[in-house]
């Protein structure tokens, strides 16, 4: 059976994935999700790293496997997500590569500590933590926008640490002009207030209607009622609306690249219709990281890995 992880301050179960028929979904081989649920409720206020939860899709047969599928995956997901948006890409990439995939949730977001810190330097210093924990020596980095830049930063910082990079939809340079807009629908959706005992198809149609005054896409707003959840006959938030808000600078503005680079191997998988990996800015991207290859997903936007799945999973195998 695959290693289980085991703290004071988080629980798991084991989870096969079967069919109505008892089958594996993914046969021949067995395949484990270890679902690790963090329970700390108390926020952290200052900068020392805190334990995520995460999800490790992984064979039951894992300690068998051969040096080439040793190397683990981690993904990060992107600012308002959380590990259950890669869910499906976790569990295919794993029976794709036979790799060990790991998806944390950051903090102030999905099951993790919420904090009133929050930046590149601590959301990277989270995934080394999680690294060290899981006795995890070098892993293959894969996040998603805000995570994205959370795995170039650990990249950076902790060169050793990284096989591969692989950063989705964000830029080092430069991030999108429509992402400075953000601080107003996260500010309406802090100030929704929901009453008691809704059903929730009401609550996320009330919540719905109200992001619509500032949130015209229609995919953004189902995105982001995926952090609506029903606490004690109540339905609130479960990002950390306050500390995102406070920190949204941080996340949006300049990344903290210094002088540092990363010389292993890095591609950048960006969506055609988005504007956040711009090919004016290539040349600029590869000071900081001379070996990056650019790969752009015909069609997709911001949400590339959602949008395109089949595709996305195409150049990543590819890639790894």
């Not at 707003?221 to 938030?237: A, I, M, P, S, Y």
Request: glycine fraction near 6%; aromatic fraction near 8%; charged fraction near 20%.
């Amino acid at each position: 059976m695959a290693n289980s992880f085991r703290s004071q301050v988080f629980r798991h179960s084991q989870v096969f994935f079967k069919n109505k028929l008892g089958e594996s979904i993914f046969p021949p081989q067995s395949f484990t999700a270890l679902n690790t649920r963090c329970i700390q409720s108390t926020a952290t206020r200052w900068k020392e790293p805190v334990k995520l939860a995460y999800t490790s899709y992984e064979g039951t047969n894992s300690h068998l496997v051969s040096p080439s599928t040793a190397t683990p995956i981690i993904i990060q997901h992107g600012l308002l997500g959380s590990r259950k948006n890669w869910a499906s890409l976790g569990k295919a990439i794993h029976n794709k590569t036979g790799k060990k995939v790991i998806v944390p949730d950051a903090r102030n977001h999905g099951d993790s500590p919420h904090s009133s810190i929050l930046d590149y330097e601590v959301l990277s210093d989270d995934l080394v933590k999680l690294m060290e924990d899981l006795q995890i020596p070098k892993a293959i980095m894969v996040g998603h926008s805000m995570g994205g830049r959370a795995m170039m930063k650990l990249a950076l910082n902790k060169p050793s640490l990284v096989d591969k990079l692989v950063v989705v939809d964000i830029s080092p340079v430069n991030v999108s002009p429509g992402a400075k807009s953000m601080t107003e629908f996260l500010t309406l959706m802090e100030h929704i207030n929901l009453g008691d005992q809704l059903k929730r198809a009401t609550a996320r149609k009330i919540v719905d209607e109200q992001l619509q005054v500032v949130v015209k896409d229609s995919l953004l707003r189902q995105f982001l009622l995926t952090n609506l959840v029903e606490d004690n006959g109540r339905f609130r938030w479960r990002v950390n609306l306050k500390s995102i808000i406070q920190n949204l600078p941080n996340i949006i503005g300049h990344f903290p690249s210094k002088d540092e680079s990363f010389i292993g191997p890095t591609l950048f998988i960006a969506g055609e219709k988005s504007d956040y990996v711009k090919p004016a800015d290539h040349n600029a991207i590869r000071t900081i990281f001379p070996s990056a290859e650019f790969q752009y997903i015909t069609g997709a936007g911001h949400w590339v890995h959602a949008e395109k799945p089949a595709q996305f999973l195409e150049i990543l195998l590819k890639f790894i």
